[in-house]
């Protein structure tokens, strides 16, 4: 399985930026496709990006020209650079895993492995 933590998560003023952080922990299984989703509260858990192990990446609408996922082999983490942020930007933000091919939009469904979440408000 795999162990994800995600970090970097905090609160910061409408337009402000923040970078989150994942780990990922390959316990004997590697993984393809990698991307962020995020829940805000009474809502529906929402694809913000994805990448695979191409390099390729996939944004949610909402997201799209604001944020950047990307990610280091070498440290075996996956990042989310968050610029001009908006109130709207506010949730838990998880990143996941998938041995499955990303989709052509980020969506939750595919994904089997999880981190716990960060928190991040806009104000």
């Known amino acids: 399985h795999v162990q994800l933590v995600e970090s970097g998560g905090g609160s910061v003023q409408e337009g402000g930026s923040l970078r989150l952080s994942c780990e990922v922990s390959a316990v004997g299984q590697s993984t393809y496709c990698m991307g962020w989703f995020r829940q805000a509260p009474g809502k529906e858990r929402e694809g913000v990006a994805s990448?695979?192990?191409?390099?390729?990446?996939r944004y949610g609408d909402s997201v799209k020209g604001r944020f950047t996922i990307s990610k280091d082999n070498a440290k075996n983490t996956l990042y989310l650079q968050m610029n001009s942020l908006k109130p709207d930007d506010t949730a838990m933000y998880y990143c996941?895993?998938?041995?499955?091919?990303?989709?052509?939009?980020?969506?939750?469904?595919?994904?089997?492995?999880w981190g716990q979440g960060t928190q991040v408000t806009v104000s």
């Open positions: 996941a895993a998938t041995l499955r091919k990303c989709l052509s939009a980020p969506s939750p469904g595919i994904y089997n492995q």
């Open positions: 990448i695979d192990n191409e390099g390729d990446t």
